[in-house]
């Protein structure tokens, strides 16, 4: 009982294989798209590489291009496959490698599918990885004499200001660094080293944020320092006062603007699933088609198709049979002590070999 | 003696008709192109139209548009012209049309010559513009509770971190005015009351920049106020310092990115000026080539094809009767009868 048979006349058939050329054609877009959203993705995460944390993020657009690549091969194979199927003489070149081309693009859809499902998964090793990196850049905000982390206050302050962020959590996160180089504290002055003494592992810390924290919606100039002071300035009450600094922390930022890079890419991997599956469904119509007319002998006849051709389960039964003997066919035949040269009589009811020459022809020789 | 006259065969008149066919198409893209390019200018412009007072000319960029436009409508045209050139009925047809259609093409090429002068004149009025209206920013910068001027502040703190640039000329147009709003100053202290009876106009003046100033490449947290004080800071000298701070004017910066846009699209014009004077001479030889041939019945036969019929300065002595007639024609004719009592 076949699975879903459809009957083919040869017009529909040659139907089927110019509307799969021009959608193997459409599929070769997809897999560009593919990998030029994979390489997107692998620059975007490139650019703020100095604000995560050494986590493994690169294997989703790592994925992403390969399976990209990956596609536009396949497809152009299959395009080319398809225009060659109008003409049954042709198909005959590509008889024996149909079969194994559709197991491999059914095996490969399934990758394209979990490429798509790792977009979404990706959202708690970024935080996880954005929480210790914007941690460990705020920390070395100060050093900017040391080499390899000078830049980092560079790139905290722009980050701050194309997001509209600060801080890790919030604004108080900076309260608890010393983000204030001691090259430029004045040693000689009393309050800094008083302040200095106050904390017990020799901070500076104070309620003072860096500029780049300055919302430029505020009616009024910006407010850094003495945050929690409210009598440090006129009619400044901090509790009330919302639109001084930004309010919203880096790392949720910067995660929000990932998530929907992943999901914009996530959704549109989906869509370039379901197109595959349906490309390569009709790709199996096509080859099971042919080969019934081939079977059949006239090229002109109509034939059936079929995506499988006894139902699932058997189907995975003889699949799983052959499977079996593959992996018995190094095994030793223990019935004859292992050695396949003994000769061992048949027991089926025909008969061959001099042994069974009719007795009419004996009797003329004798 | 025709000017600069070319021999045709039939295969080269085809070729010929073929690849002006495609020159017209590719014309029709620039034609899109000069559109888009007057949108994005247009758009530019009114984006930073805050710090030009509002009152930026929007002359080239509504030019860009509609030379856009024409030039897709024209050179579709011209493409159709080439097509139909091919076949004698239809060309039969569009002859009457072919001297007035050249006319105006020469025409929309001046049009271009103009438009490409006026994008580099204009950076003029751009430069003079942006002067005065980053000055009226700077002085309503602290208004932030004025309709109409409320959205300032944060329009200068955007261009001022965007562009990485400071005040109008340079940082120092912040010590003039009061950017502070008299009401986040405490009028009940000392020191605020002084700052303002010291001077004339009672503005409370100071030696800061607003934090949009800062430069997030400095490697040490940024200094807004006393900033010509070397000792309100350690280790600082005001002279020396040029990484605390941008140093660039705005009127500089925003200026030169304008004028990049300008001089862009300039050339792309420029271009596109070549690419329809091309395509004109190219109708002109086509047209002549099919309008001489000898025999019309046999398009086998050959023909010659032209730019002009006479040469270059008779056809300019030409041009300049035809104008003197033209001119004279409403003068009376001293010592000779009307034309009308001659001919009875």
């Known amino acids: 009982m076949a699975v879903l048979k459809v009957k083919f006349t040869k017009t529909r058939r040659d139907k089927l294989a110019q509307i799969l050329w021009i959608l193997n054609w459409i599929s070769v877009v997809t897999g560009v798209i593919l990998f030029s959203l994979g390489l997107f993705l692998k620059v975007e995460l490139k650019k703020r590489e100095d604000l995560m944390a050494e986590k493994d993020i690169q294997y989703v657009p790592n994925m992403l291009i390969a399976v990209g690549l990956i596609a536009c091969a396949i497809n152009f194979l299959g395009g080319k496959i398809c225009y060659d199927c109008v003409d049954s003489s042709k198909f005959l070149r590509w008889k024996l490698i149909m079969l194994p081309y559709i197991v491999c693009t059914f095996f490969f859809t399934l990758c394209v599918l979990v490429g798509a499902l790792m977009c979404y998964s990706m959202h708690w090793e970024l935080e996880e990885a954005l929480n210790l990196g914007l941690m460990q850049a705020m920390r070395f905000y100060k050093d900017t004499d040391m080499p390899g982390r000078c830049f980092l206050k560079h790139t905290v302050d722009t980050l701050q200001i194309q997001f509209q962020c600060c801080g890790n959590s919030g604004y108080k996160d900076w309260f608890h660094i010393q983000w204030i180089s001691h090259r430029y504290l004045d040693m000689s002055k009393k309050e800094v080293v008083d302040r200095l003494r106050s904390n017990v592992e020799g901070k500076y810390l104070m309620d003072g944020v860096p500029f780049s924290c300055c919302n430029i919606n505020s009616p009024r100039p910006c407010i850094q320092q003495q945050i929690t002071n409210n009598s440090a300035h006129f009619n400044y009450e901090h509790q009330t006062e919302d639109q001084n600094l930004w309010m919203k922390g880096c790392r949720q930022a910067l995660l929000e603007y990932y998530t929907h890079i992943m999901q914009s890419i996530g959704l549109t991997v989906l869509i370039t699933w379901l197109f595959e599956l349906s490309v390569l469904t009709g790709v199996r119509y096509l080859q099971t088609s042919l080969e019934n007319v081939l079977r059949q002998g006239d090229p002109d006849s109509e034939s059936d198709g079929w995506l499988l051709e006894n139902s699932l389960m058997e189907t995975a039964r003889t699949n799983l049979s052959i499977i079996k003997s593959l992996g018995k066919s190094n095994q030793i035949n223990t019935a004859n002590n292992g050695d396949p040269n003994i000769d061992v009589p048949s027991t089926s009811k025909a008969h061959y070999g001099p042994d069974n020459v009719p007795p009419k022809e004996k009797m003329e020789t004798s | ?344």
Not at chain 2, 34 to 61: A, C, Q, T, W, Y
Not at chain 2, 183 to 205: A, I, P, T, W
Not at chain 2, 254 to 273: C, D, H, P, W
Not at chain 2, 289 to 303: I, K
């Open chain 2, 1 to 344: 003696m025709p000017f600069l006259s070319l021999k045709f065969n039939l295969q080269k008149r085809v070729k010929l008709a073929q690849g002006l066919w495609m020159l017209y198409w590719l014309a029709v893209i620039v034609g899109i192109i000069l559109f888009s390019l007057g949108i994005f200018f247009k758009v530019e412009l009114r984006k930073r139209s805050e710090i030009m007072d509002n009152n930026e000319s929007h002359l080239v960029p509504n030019l860009l548009i509609l030379v856009g436009l024409l030039s897709c409508g024209l050179n579709a045209f011209g493409g159709k012209l080439c097509h139909d050139s091919l076949d004698p009925q239809k060309f039969s047809r569009m002859k009457p049309m072919l001297r007035p259609y050249m006319l105006l093409c020469c025409g929309f090429n001046a049009l271009l010559l103009l438009l490409l002068l006026l994008c580099f004149l204009m950076q003029f009025a751009v430069y003079l513009t942006l002067a005065e209206g980053l000055k009226n920013a700077i002085r309503f910068y602290k208004d932030t509770d004025t309709p109409g001027r409320c959205f300032m502040k944060r329009t200068l703190d955007m261009t001022q971190i965007e562009f990485r640039c400071c005040g109008n000329n340079n940082f120092r147009d912040w010590f003039e005015v009061q950017w502070i709003s008299s009401r986040y100053l405490d009028m009940s202290n000392d020191v605020v009351k002084d700052r303002v009876l010291s001077n004339v106009e009672g503005k409370y003046l100071m030696d800061s920049v607003p934090f949009s100033c800062c430069n997030p490449g400095s490697p040490r947290p940024c200094i807004q106020h006393h900033l010509t004080n070397n000792s309100a800071h350690y280790d600082y000298d005001h002279r020396t310092e040029e990484l605390n701070i941008w140093s660039r004017g705005c009127r500089q910066a925003v200026f030169s990115y304008y004028s990049g846009i300008m001089n862009s699209i300039g050339t792309f014009i420029l271009n596109s000026y070549f690419e329809v004077a091309g395509d004109v001479a190219g109708l002109k030889y086509l047209s002549t080539a099919l309008e001489t041939m000898a025999d019309p019945e046999n398009p086998e036969c050959e023909s010659e094809g032209w730019l002009l019929e006479k040469g270059f300065k008779e056809t300019l002595a030409d041009l300049l009767s035809k104008v003197k007639t033209f001119g004279r024609a409403n003068q009376v004719e001293e010592g000779g009868a009307s034309p009308d009592v001659a001919a009875t």
